[in-house]
């Protein structure tokens, strides 16, 4: 049964982020080539093949190398595979490999310490920057509002440098020994899909960021709300709603339903927006949101002296 109070309006101060949606419902914040240009799209695909093509080598090496070559390369390419689809705003849950590629990615685990060799430490600390890539985008992905609104909150690991691990790499690879040959390459293909995922988390930072959002005078009801602002919106124009509600973050689509110019004040417009649909639990917050706000503005009036 719906709230009684659903359409109940009150006044409140609330941090918002009003993210604009083509009519098909995707975010406009970047195109495909503003996150990864022509050039370098080009060179990862050339990088990947080297990389087969030197693993196959090595495949033929009496060592267990081949293995862990194979596990770190598996798991860049899982990493790019989620990005790639992340930088199109697509829900990588919705292909049909997903589930098997989790799964397949879940029975890695980190190499085992080798005495006596030199490029163990790199490996070990290539393995753990690939893995908390891929368990950024994993969150990611887990915590999207309904596989449409991907939400990139962490800080930048940084570019892997094998410099803190070993000192002779470019060396080694020199001399044309075939395992440095290859984890450079691996490197050098991580530190591109890196450098493509934090762009993508800057298109992104707004949107992720409730504590960068500004506050704004709203009348907010569980229908919808109005707000007073200097910017114009297009009449009907739809966009992703991004409100902080108690310390929580609450997102929802909204429909521009009126533009009224307000001549002479602060603010120069009044805009209002209808919300598109609402969860029951977000009616639910709203409405105690609503409700708490008038105790307090009532409780406050009460204790002003007369």
């Not at 609104?149 to 000192?167: D, E, H, N």
Request: charge should be positive.
């Amino acid at each position: 049964m719906p709230s009684p109070r659903r359409y109940f309006r009150y006044d409140v101060k609330v941090p918002m982020h009003l993210e604009p949606v083509d009519r098909y419902g995707k975010y406009l914040g970047a195109d495909r080539r503003q996150l990864i240009n022509e050039k370098e799209e080009a060179h990862l695909k050339k990088l990947g093949g080297q990389l087969d093509e030197l693993l196959g080598k090595v495949i033929n090496a009496s060592s267990h190398a081949p293995h862990v070559f194979f596990v770190l390369n598996h798991r860049i390419n899982f990493m790019w595979w989620m990005t790639d689809l992340l930088i199109e705003s697509n829900d990588p849950r919705q292909q049909s490999d997903y589930q098997f590629r989790s799964k397949e990615d879940l029975k890695f685990s980190p190499p085992s310490s080798k005495k006596g060799s030199s490029i163990t430490p790199l490996v070990q600390g290539l393995y753990r920057a690939i893995e908390l890539y891929i368990a950024e985008l994993q969150t990611v992905i887990r915590k999207s509002v309904s596989g449409k609104i991907f939400l990139y909150p962490w800080a930048s690991q940084g570019m892997f440098s094998a410099t803190r691990y070993v000192k002779n790499l470019d060396n080694l690879v020199d001399s044309g020994i075939l395992p440095a040959k290859v984890l450079k390459l691996m490197i050098e293909k991580l530190n591109l899909q890196a450098t493509v995922l934090e762009r993508l988390k800057g298109v992104y930072r707004k949107v992720s960021l409730a504590e960068t959002w500004p506050s704004y005078q709203a009348n907010l009801s569980c229908g919808g709300f109005s707000f007073l602002t200097n910017e114009t919106y297009p009449i009907f124009g739809k966009m992703d709603i991004f409100m902080e509600i108690d310390a929580e973050v609450m997102v929802c689509r909204g429909k521009i339903i009126s533009q009224v110019f307000m001549e002479g004040r602060p603010f120069q417009y009044r805009i209002g927006v209808e919300f598109d649909f609402l969860t029951s639990e977000q009616v639910h917050a709203i409405t105690l949101f609503l409700q708490h706000k008038e105790i307090e503005d009532a409780m406050a009036m009460v204790a002003l002296p007369f």
